[in-house]
């Protein structure tokens, strides 16, 4: 009686770890932190990983002002470029909807990229970030 409890106790942590990993497996994402002028902290979350060239992957943006608060009314003004070439002008709409600044980047190479973001906010100077991108593979 006691072995079969434990063989059933057995068989359910399994189910949760395979539910887990298959869980993991679909919901890959890829984060990139940098930090703003202020020393707060802005992420900008790719829906895909690893990312992929010539692919619509869509993404948000959070920034938090320094006391932690999600910083809401900004205008956003992306560039995404390669930090070792010159490419074509590639600025994808980032328009606050449900918590985060929203958009669909495609990157129209592989390599490394960079996502510069200009934060446009009512009565404040315009900041520039950089979100630096590692890899982008082949399609
Ligand atoms: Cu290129």
């Not at 434990?6 to 770890?17: E, F, M």
């Not at 999600?70 to 490419?87: R, S, V």
């Not at 709409?93 to 996502?115: C, E, H, L, P, S």
Request: hydrophobic share 50%.
């Amino acid at each position: 009686m006691k072995n079969s409890l434990i063989i059933v106790k057995a068989q359910i942590v399994t189910l949760i770890l395979l539910c887990c990993t298959v869980v993991g497996a679909t919901a890959a994402e890829t984060p990139i932190e940098t930090v703003m002028a202020d020393g707060s902290k802005a992420v900008i979350l790719f829906a895909s990983s690893p990312l992929q060239a010539m692919t619509e992957i869509p993404f948000t943006i959070e920034l938090k002002s320094k006391s932690g608060e999600m910083i809401e009314d900004a205008e956003l003004a992306l560039d995404l470029t390669m930090p070792f070439m010159p490419m074509p002008p590639n600025n994808p709409k980032a328009v606050w909807q449900d918590n985060a600044y929203r958009g669909t980047a495609i990157f129209t190479m592989a390599g490394a990229w960079q996502v510069n973001v200009e934060v446009n906010r009512p009565g404040a100077e315009t900041e520039k970030i950089i979100f630096d991108i590692e890899m982008v593979i082949m399609k």
